[in-house]
């Protein structure tokens, strides 16, 4: 038996089983619920279309921030920011469904929702303002056809990532999303900086996440993101928050154009290099999400659903640039939300993407759910973020089982949150072209405990 799959049969038996807690045929210390549905399981037709728009709920802001930002940095027209939202609306749509349903070797066969990748915000405006947007277009599809093709061979690093790994880049994740998510809940860089409500509604949402599941059960506590979304939606309109002109303004239906920028133009090298780097990045990221979701489901983390997640991220992601999106990453707000929810089917997150491909078509969709300003939102976010991290910290619980262990968690977690929190003088030696890598807490977090695991003895005998 190799390396790889004595460690895929290691996450099986320990997350085999429906229960929860540490008995026999129960996820230890890692499913925080017991899971109402499970892989395979598919809800009936109305509870599949509740779960689904929890899944988008919580999303949707993630998903529309990165092309609304790009369409500020580089001062463009309306019809053209509406167009990158509906590039990423569509390949997040058609890259979920493949993603959860698969189509021969491509797609985890799991509940992965795939959506926009903020990372590429600095390499889309550079690309754009150097050359044209559709330089940077063309730039992010050749990105994520590099990732579909390499997909077989990041697949075959699964031994990369033992349970230990996967709890610390979840740890990892969990905190440096969470400050994000202040951000956003904080209105940070938008009208509503400095709202009086904004710290009453993170308390809100996490008062109303936590009441829905500890008061309720069953299929009332699987759809508690989704009752306090809508809690918290009718709350912003009570207050006023709501722009129900986005509604009126939006049509009906809208056909996406292939290459809406114009034909395909080379970008330049250092542009095209750090977009091919970062699409490389992401699939660091997508295996260790992969893999915790799969300890999470009780199914074995193997070489096939690595390499068919980061084979549906690189797909997804040149459909979406081939409409004028932008690349695209397994989400893990919706992993969190899984936890919580206990809703583990990949039909209903199949259910999500067509939802997705829906509001791609028919803007008034979208706009309904964008009604709210995020800031209202940023609550909610916060939790996911929260359980991310808490799903981490239970698989560390199960796998840290030597100081080299500890060493590797200490290392990799402290460098990550030293650079959420430094100063921007820490990174004044570093040269301008690695600042995004330098500067992201995930990838420092990740290519650490990578590394220190490879590189530290084991010291189990």
Not at 123 to 134: C, D, E, R, T
Not at 303 to 327: K, M, N, Q, T, Y
Not at 351 to 360: F, Q, S, T, Y
Request: with cysteine; proline share 6%; glycine share 12%.
């Amino acid at each position: 038996m190799t390396a790889s799959e004595k460690i895929g049969e290691a996450l099986a038996g320990e997350g085999a089983g429906t229960g929860s807690g540490t008995g026999a045929g129960g996820r230890a210390g890692v499913t925080i619920l017991d899971l109402r549905y499970d892989l395979e399981d598919k809800p009936a037709p109305i509870p599949s279309i509740l779960f689904c728009l929890q899944h988008v709920l919580i999303m949707f802001t993630a998903m529309i921030a990165a092309p609304l930002v790009i369409g500020q940095l580089l001062n463009l027209p309306p019809d053209q920011r509406t167009t990158i939202v509906t590039g990423v609306m569509l390949g997040c749509g058609i890259g979920t469904v493949i993603s959860a349903l698969g189509v021969g070797w491509v797609g985890s066969r799991l509940p992965l929702l795939l959506g926009a990748y903020a990372v590429y915000i600095g390499p889309v405006v550079a690309i754009a303002k150097g050359s044209s947007l559709a330089a940077a277009s063309t730039a992010l599809l050749i990105g994520g056809v590099v990732l579909f093709l390499a997909s077989p061979l990041l697949g075959k690093m699964r031994s990369l990532f033992p349970p230990v790994v996967v709890g610390t880049l979840l740890v990892i994740t969990g905190e440096t999303l969470i400050r994000i998510a202040a951000n956003i809940a904080a209105g940070t860089n938008s009208p509503y900086a400095g709202n009086p409500w904004s710290l009453a509604l993170v308390v809100v949402s996490i008062v109303l996440i936590l009441a829905i599941n500890r008061l309720t059960t069953g299929f009332m506590r699987a759809l508690s993101v989704f009752i306090a979304l809508v809690c918290l939606y009718v709350i912003a309109i009570a207050l006023g928050f709501a722009n129900f002109q986005l509604v009126v303004n939006a049509p009906w239906f809208r056909l996406p154009g292939i290459l809406p920028y114009g034909s395909l133009a080379w970008p330049d090298t250092a542009g095209l290099t750090t977009v091919i780097i970062y699409s490389l990045i992401s699939a660091i990221y997508t295996m260790s999400i992969t893999l915790a979701l799969c300890k999470m489901l009780g199914v074995e983390g193997n070489e096939a659903r690595v390499r068919g997640a980061v084979a549906g991220d690189g797909l997804g992601s040149a459909i979406a640039a081939l409409f004028g999106g932008v690349p695209l990453i397994s989400y893990d707000q919706n992993v969190g939300a899984i936890s919580l929810t206990g809703v583990g089917s990949r039909y209903v997150v199949a259910v999500a993407g067509g939802i997705l491909i829906l509001m791609a078509l028919l803007p008034k969709v979208g706009a309904v759910i964008a009604i709210v300003p995020p800031f209202v939102l940023g609550g909610t976010l916060i939790f996911m973020f929260g359980m991310i991290a808490a799903v981490g910290v239970g698989i560390l619980t199960d796998s840290l089982r030597s100081h080299r262990d500890l060493l590797l968690l200490a290392a990799s977690f402290g460098l990550s949150t030293a650079i959420n929190f430094a100063p921007p003088s820490l990174l004044a030696s570093v040269p301008p072209a690695l600042h995004i890598l330098a500067g992201d807490g995930i990838v420092v977090g990740t290519v650490t405990a990578i590394l220190l695991n490879c590189l530290l003895p084991d010291e189990k005998k």
